[in-house]
């Protein structure tokens, strides 16, 4: 059973700490995709690639976040410095046509 | 505007059908409609998806209307297990907005 793996599970940490989520996409797809998701905004994506390359990342704030797939099977999100407002769960999603398969999300806390 | 309307919450007595209502007047002749849901605060899971025909699977049916802006989404028996928030997407250049989601609550 094919799935998309995300780790860490869980994450507490202190402002100004970085933070770094990585993501296994199911073997053989070819689009990445970063999501974060909170009470007050819903699911909003962040950034996604296909083929390794960046297509968008115009939802994310890139003074602190980046995101990279430095090989077809990890996708790495970073965050530094964090803040508390980054608190949230962030899901990874990979797709081999248009049909999205989540992971199970990183619940990031930040004191 | 690459969003979808739904109803914020809807209530579904258990083994009957929901139907769950998506707009999207809006829509362009090639892109399709998705449906998602998330159960509490797992990933989002996918269920369906069409362009113009009715689809089905194990999981549900789509009916899309003629003129395509509209959708609607059918657990055909309902079961306490599909309490979860639906979400109604449109894929615009690989882009999903998931929207605020209509809350199902299966009540026994």
């Known amino acids: 059973d094919a799935r998309v793996t995300q780790t860490p599970r869980h994450k507490v940490t202190e402002m100004g700490q970085e933070v770094t989520m990585r993501c296994q996409p199911i073997l053989g797809h070819n689009t990445v995709f970063w999501y974060r998701q909170t009470m007050m905004q819903g699911l909003e994506l962040l950034a996604y690639f296909r083929n390794r390359a960046p297509l968008d990342d115009s939802g994310m704030p890139k003074d602190r976040f980046s995101a990279e797939m430095p090989d077809a099977t990890l996708a790495t999100l970073k965050i530094q410095p964090s803040e508390p407002r980054d608190s949230a769960v962030y899901f990874c999603?990979?797709?081999?046509?248009?049909?999205?398969?989540f992971g199970p999300g990183t619940r990031l806390l930040v004191l | 505007d690459a969003k979808t309307t739904q109803p914020p919450s809807m209530d579904c007595a258990e083994g009957r059908a929901a139907n769950l209502p998506c707009n999207h007047s809006?829509?362009?002749?090639?892109?399709?409609v998705y449906w998602y849901r998330q159960i509490h605060s797992q990933g989002p899971q996918y269920i369906i998806h069409g362009l113009k025909n009715n689809e089905t699977n194990e999981m549900a049916s789509l009916i899309i209307t003629e003129d395509r802006k509209s959708s609607t989404l059918i657990l055909p028996h309902a079961t306490l297990r599909d309490t979860a928030v639906y979400y109604c997407?449109?894929?615009?250049?690989?882009?999903?907005?998931f929207g605020t989601g209509t809350s199902l609550t299966v009540i026994p």
């Open positions: 999603a990979s797709a081999s046509w248009e049909t999205q398969y």
């Open positions: 809006t829509i362009s002749g090639n892109e399709y």
């Open positions: 997407l449109r894929n615009t250049g690989n882009q999903f907005y």
